[in-house]
T-cell receptor
Framework: SQQGEEDPQALSIQEGENATMNCSYK?????LQWYRQNSGRGLVHLIL?????REKHSGRLRVTLDTSKKSSSLLITASRAADTASYFC????????????FGKGMKLTVNP | ETGVTQSPTHLIKTRGQQVTLRCSSQ?????VSWYQQALGQGPQFIFQ???????GRGNFPPRFSGLQFPNYSSELNVNALELDDSALYLC?????????????FGPGTRLTVL
């Protein structure tokens, strides 16, 4: 079953704009990760935020986590055409399990 | 590049056949997980192997089985293929023990069952 739900399911923006995508999940987590997938190929890890962290930055990426609302957001600033991809949030459930539970993903299109 | 490779890239099988997919993990990674990703969906956890033993399984029938070898390679075997098994199969490896939770994914094997 899918744990996370990304919102919106699709987003189309112009190069240079910021893109924000949201993720909601259902159960307690150890951490939440964001992945990118190009054209149905492998997943590329973007950023991990632990349950005791509220915000994290990596280059043009900013992730927030609100465990009280069971939600996270990923902000990509100054988007580029190369950012066009599907983005997934994945949670690592608390309790020691290493399995990742993914949302259905969000398709981001950045127009040149 | 994640250092995780998978073979083959694409595979076409017919219903009822058996298939073996292969994954080569990053050197030193003691854990490998397999995921199934249907078109338009997020990956679904199949199972995980830790030091060559199954360490958790998702909601998949026993005809999905796996092996992990000491040389950082692993296999996913699917028997009695069904049409719904058509999907992208992803393996991911990581090292459990130093508190790092990032899983590194391979490029996937796209399986088509006719």
């Amino acid at each position: 079953s899918q744990q996370g739900e990304e919102d919106p399911q699709a987003l189309s923006i112009q190069e240079g704009e910021n893109a924000t995508m949201n993720c909601s999940y259902k159960t307690s987590i150890n951490n939440l990760q964001w992945y990118r997938q190009n054209s149905g190929r492998g997943l590329v890890h973007l950023i991990l935020i632990r349950s005791n962290e509220r915000e994290k930055h990596s280059g043009r990426l900013r992730v927030t986590l609100d465990t009280s609302k069971k939600s996270s957001s990923l902000l990509i600033t100054a988007s580029r055409a190369a950012d066009t991809a599907s983005y997934f949030c994945a949670t690592d459930a608390s309790g020691g399990s290493e399995k990742l539970v993914f949302g259905k993903g969000m398709k981001l299109t950045v127009n040149p | 590049e994640t250092g995780v490779t998978q073979s083959p890239t694409h595979l076409i099988k017919t219903r009822g056949q058996q298939v073996t997919l292969r994954c080569s993990s990053q050197s030193g990674h003691n854990t490998v997980s397999w995921y199934q990703q249907a078109l338009g969906q997020g990956p679904q956890f199949i199972f995980q192997y830790y030091r060559e033993e199954e360490n958790g399984r998702g909601n998949f029938p026993p005809r999905f089985s796996g092996l992990q070898f000491p040389n950082y390679s692993s296999e996913l075997n699917v028997n009695a293929l069904e049409l719904d098994d058509s999907a992208l199969y992803l393996c991911a490896s990581n090292y459990v023990g130093f508190g790092t939770d990032t899983q590194y994914f391979g490029p996937g094997t796209r399986l088509t069952v006719l």
